[in-house]
């Protein structure tokens, strides 16, 4: 069964702070995706990554950078989080070459910020 | 750039009532079109993509590039059809990258 692991569930954390979220997939994908998913908003994607040490900005990238050192790890860090990045987060991985459309999703993290 | 509107936010139905979800988009090229699904409590996952032509959990999208739609829908509704449904666009060799819609939730009452 394929799986992509989100680390935190829940995280509570306080406006400044640096906030870490991991995803890891065990499938030896290419591709991984951070994706914020707001009521009314949909998915908007934040950052995306095609290759280790790869990274290319989505639709939002502003206020989280990312890192891919492995490739079944890719990390979103919120360098000082703000209140309006409350949200949850998805990440998610799909092969490279298939171009299916099919992406694989973690279960999500659900940051809150006060 | 590409658009994907999904323009209602909540469809709420009786059993055996038949279902469509609207989806249009906007894309120069030739996209390639999905519909995600996420049930209460579980994760996001593929319902079904155009280029299969297939029928997944009773439901049907045909791709209409005269009207730029990728309508989802279900002749009889059932309970278990109650989630969230998106609807995705992929640039044709765009390597998964997909824009989403908003979103629509789908109750379906007994």
């Known amino acids: 069964d394929v799986k992509v692991t989100q680390s935190s569930r829940y995280l509570v954390k306080r406006t400044g702070e640096k906030v870490f979220l991991e995803c890891v997939q065990d499938m030896d994908h290419e591709n991984m995706f951070w994706y914020r998913q707001d009521p009314g908003l949909g998915l908007r994607l934040i950052y995306f990554s095609y290759d280790v040490k790869m990274k290319e900005k989505g639709d939002i990238p502003e206020g989280y950078s990312v890192s891919r050192e492995k490739k079944e790890r890719f990390s979103l860090i919120l360098e000082s989080a703000s209140t309006n990045q409350t949200s949850m987060y998805l990440c998610a991985s799909s092969r490279l070459a298939a171009n299916t459309g099919e992406l694989f999703f973690g279960e999500g993290s659900r940051l809150t910020v006060l | 750039a590409q658009r994907v509107t999904q323009p209602e936010k909540l469809l709420s139905v009786f059993k055996g009532a038949p279902v469509e979800l609207k989806c249009n988009y906007s894309y120069s090229g030739s996209p390639e079109l999905f519909w995600y699904v996420q049930y209460s409590r579980q994760r996001l996952q593929l319902l079904l993509r155009h280029i299969s032509r297939e029928s997944i959990k009773g439901f049907t999208a045909d791709l209409n590039k005269g009207e730029t739609s990728f309508h989802l829908k279900k002749p009889f509704a059932q309970e278990e059809d109650s989630a969230m449904y998106y609807c995705?666009?992929?640039?044709?060799?765009?390597?998964?990258?997909?824009?989403f819609g908003k979103g629509i939730t789908l109750s379906v009452r007994p």
């Open positions: 995705a666009l992929s640039p044709s060799g765009a390597n998964s990258k997909l824009t």
